[in-house]
């Protein structure tokens, strides 16, 4: 309205100061100017009030879209910073992933390595049993058994085969199965020789010098490792005598059989597993 107002008097100026008497034709054509300058007055005042309200509603779209943009920045660098934390964290999983595969197949090379040697022994563990069999057939009705446990032949000999009652001389009977048996070790060079003595529960009474059942455990043993040695030539260095006495029974009933099953010289045989051995302790 202040720019309508201000263009009228400006006019009305310019009327006044070129004529002091108009026309009725020129007052008229005034006033018609007047009015269609009016109009366009009104119209530009709408125009800038609608270039008023769209500046507003541009600024405040402005501020909305910087808003979202700084939101999505922030949810951007967030989201930034957790791909570089989970891609660290790959990174060093991955590391750990490669590294436990190759400790895994070299673990798996190494037990391939303790089960062949394994599955070595085992053939040879059968193998010895069925030639120990074959040499021992006679002596198998006297109470002789050969069996495996735990990977070692066992080569177990009722004490009526070797001794005496109450004795550690070994008799007649006795020598010829230790000679079998000892044509057996002397092929067989890589095996370990362990001679274990056992009695039955019952005291030992009026045996001289032999105290009780350790002492006729063990000198039964070292009965067997001295004829081995000293008659049937076995190298010394592969045997190991041990005294059991009444507690590692066969048998632990309270009967006459049991006791009978319990006196016995059971001859250990170990194939030598030094390949074996120094896979375990790598």
Same mark, same amino acid.
Request: some cysteine; glycine content about 2%.
């Given at each position: 309205? $202040?720019? $309508? ?9 310019? =009327?006044?100061? %070129?004529?002091?008497?108009? @026309? ?6 005034? #006033?018609?100017?007047?009015? @269609? ?10 125009? #800038? ?43 060093? %999983?991955? @590391? ?8 895994? $197949? ?13 599955? *070595? ?13 074959? =040499? ?5 009705? @006297?109470?002789?058994?050969?069996? /495996? ?8 000999? =009722? ?9 550690? #001389?070994?008799?007649?009977?006795? *020598?010829? =199965? ?12 890589? /095996? ?37 040695? &000293?008659?049937? $030539? ?11 006495? &009444? ?6 009933? +309270?009967?006459? &059989?049991?006791?009978?099953? +319990? ?8 194939? *030598?597993?030094? &390949? ?7």
């Amino acid at each position: 309205m $202040k720019i $309508k107002y201000c263009l009228f008097a400006v006019f009305l100026c310019l =009327a006044l100061h %070129s004529c002091v008497v108009m @026309s009725p034709k020129k007052y008229k054509a005034l #006033v018609a100017d007047r009015d @269609s300058l009016s109009k366009r007055t009104n119209a530009l005042e709408d125009t #800038v009030a609608k270039l008023r309200a769209d500046t507003m509603r541009l600024h405040r779209e402005l501020k909305d879209l910087q808003d979202a943009y700084n939101a999505l920045n922030a949810n951007y660098n967030a989201l930034n910073d957790k791909y570089s934390s989970l891609n660290s964290n790959f990174n060093a %999983s991955s @590391s750990k992933v490669n590294t436990l595969s190759s400790d895994l $197949k070299k673990r798996e090379a190494r037990l391939k390595e303790v089960e062949d040697a394994l599955h *070595k022994r085992d053939e040879a563990t059968s193998a010895l049993k069925d030639k120990l069999q074959q =040499a021992l057939l006679g002596f198998q009705q @006297s109470g002789l058994t050969v069996d /495996i446990r735990n990977g070692k032949v066992y080569v177990s000999l =009722a004490d009526k085969l070797l001794f005496p009652s109450g004795s550690i #001389v070994i008799d007649a009977n006795g *020598k010829k =199965a230790l000679e079998q048996l000892a044509i057996v070790l002397n092929k067989e060079t890589d /095996i370990n020789i362990a001679v274990e003595g056992h009695t039955d529960d019952k005291k030992v009474i009026n045996l001289g010098q032999i105290k009780d059942n350790w002492d006729l455990s063990v000198l039964r043993a070292t009965s067997v490792c001295r004829y081995l040695t &000293e008659v049937e $030539k076995v190298d010394p260095h592969r045997l190991t005598a041990t005294g059991k006495s &009444e507690f590692q029974p066969i048998d632990p009933a +309270n009967t006459t &059989e049991a006791r009978t099953r +319990n006196r016995r010289i059971e001859i250990v045989l170990t194939p *030598k597993l030094d &390949e074996l051995y120094n896979l375990i302790k790598q």
